[in-house]
């Protein structure tokens, strides 16, 4: 049972930074694809951005250019990063952190393909 754990949401007004973090309780880096996604109120799940055990990322093409995400080892934990420039209020929306029961050389958007989930950090973008 992996768990997942995020931090780093904030309020914010349009055109600022955060970056999030997601930390897993097991050793998984580079051993499943991991994602994340955001859901506002009143609208469905969607994915943001993922990344797959070579570090390829995909991308949104609502965030494309302005969200990055990586991933890294430290002190045998593995963290996910969503680095978030330039941020709009369409942002506004609670961010999670995903992650597969599996690795591969490339990542997909789709909810179903990620097993364990975190809480969830807020996110508020006011213009």
């Known amino acids: 049972q992996v768990q997942l754990v995020e931090s780093g949401g904030d309020s914010v007004q349009a055109g600022g930074s955060l970056r999030l973090s997601c930390v897993a309780s097991?050793?998984?880096?580079?051993?499943?694809?991991m994602g994340w996604f955001r859901q506002a109120p009143g609208k469905e799940r969607e994915g943001v951005g993922c990344i797959s055990r070579n570090d390829k990322p995909v991308y949104a093409d609502s965030v494309k250019g302005r969200f990055t995400i990586s991933q890294d080892k430290d002190n045998g934990k593995h963290i996910l990063y969503l680095q978030m420039n330039n941020l709009k209020p369409e942002d506004t929306a609670m961010y999670y952190c995903?992650?597969?029961?599996?690795?591969?050389?490339?990542?997909?958007?789709?909810?179903?393909?990620?097993?364990?989930w975190g809480q969830g950090t807020q996110v508020s973008v006011s213009s």
């Open positions: 995903a992650a597969a029961t599996f690795s591969s050389y490339g990542c997909n958007l789709g909810s179903s393909s990620y097993y364990y």
């Open positions: 097991e050793d998984t880096y580079r051993r499943v694809n």
